[in-house]
């Protein structure tokens, strides 16, 4: 079975690793974007998948567009049976779609038609949803609207982060792909069609979205902290300067501290209570608490937020903007 695999983050290296351990499997072709400087470093660095694929000897393509006639030859020089992607980047043309006689299967993580788009995990996040899971699908010119080969689910832990999830979703999805496959290629498993009055869009993060409205629930803020990680964090403003919120959980009313009766509507102000106010919080949108786990003040390191109130005590009982 000739395969090109596309990929290009660390989602894509499960999948391409549990088709290099397929022995019906011939990986003919790697492509993934091409080397691009990451953080402050002006020294183009090779995406990820590239770097596993150099290391198991496979042969990598960039060709940058896929649109372009040199990239779609290279291709189809390559006479694949099946391309599979993940996480590549970049929407596959008419041309490319229609190269092998398999067609283009892509691994997706979300239940489609739930979470099509640009930010399917961290959407799942902030929806306080239980579950998610990934989307075996046959690809076609839309966006994530192809027909639905197989799915399946994984739980969403309660202090799951996008990264941590990201993870998880990148090994659950090796091992359908792995299951999938081979059924598609021999005709025993069939796509249905996606429910497109269900579907759900995505999109892009921005990094506006790192600011906090302290107007919202403590849940709703809390699954913020949790998708938005590690970009673009969340963030409030403490005497003029950016504080990040690192880490932070809601309580449950059960849990929460009676407060004094000055402060209980004033959302954003900062309480603290326990012996050497251990427990730090901020009062949110109807009467919640959002507990401070880990607090970052600009040219520090990040720390346990009690630890940041007891070198910054006037951060009790200050109020901070929406």
Request: net charge neutral; hydrophobic share 50%.
């Amino acid at each position: 079975m000739r395969v090109i695999f596309m990929g290009t983050p660390d989602f894509a290296v499960p999948s391409l690793l549990a088709l290099a351990e397929m022995a019906e499997v011939e990986i003919v072709g790697v492509v993934t974007r091409p080397d691009k400087p990451v953080g402050r470093s002006p020294t183009p660095q090779p995406p990820p998948i590239k770097v596993a694929a150099l290391a198991r000897g496979l042969p990598v393509l960039q060709p940058g567009s896929l649109r372009k006639r040199p990239a779609q030859e290279a291709l189809a020089a390559l006479t694949p049976a099946v391309i599979v992607v993940a996480a590549f980047g970049q929407i596959l043309p008419p041309e490319v779609l229609a190269l092998p006689p398999h067609g283009c299967l892509n691994v997706h993580a979300s239940l489609l038609p739930k979470y099509r788009g640009a930010s399917p995990i961290a959407s799942a996040i902030l929806a306080g949803d239980a579950a998610t899971g990934n989307t075996i699908m046959r690809m076609d010119v839309g966006l994530d609207t192809g027909d639905i080969i197989t799915q399946g689910a994984i739980p969403i832990a309660p202090d799951d982060t996008t990264p941590t999830l990201t993870a998880k979703l990148a090994e659950h999805g090796a091992a359908l792909l792995a299951r999938t496959l081979p059924g598609w290629v021999a005709g025993t498993l069939t796509a249905t069609p996606q429910e497109a009055a269900q579907a759900t869009m995505t999109r892009l993060i921005h990094k506006d979205d790192a600011t906090i409205d302290w107007a919202l629930s403590a849940e709703v803020i809390a699954r913020r902290v949790r998708a938005f990680t590690p970009w673009p964090g969340t963030q409030t403003m403490w005497r003029g300067q950016p504080l990040r919120l690192i880490a932070a959980h809601a309580l449950p009313p059960a849990e929460s501290p009676p407060l004094p009766s000055a402060i209980p509507d004033a959302q954003g102000t900062v309480v603290a209570w326990g012996r050497g106010n251990a427990h730090v919080a901020v009062v949110c949108g109807d009467h919640t608490l959002l507990e401070l786990d880990v607090l970052q003040l600009p040219a520090k390191r990040a720390a346990a937020a009690a630890d940041v109130v007891r070198g910054q005590p006037a951060l009790i009982g200050a109020t901070l903007p929406a």
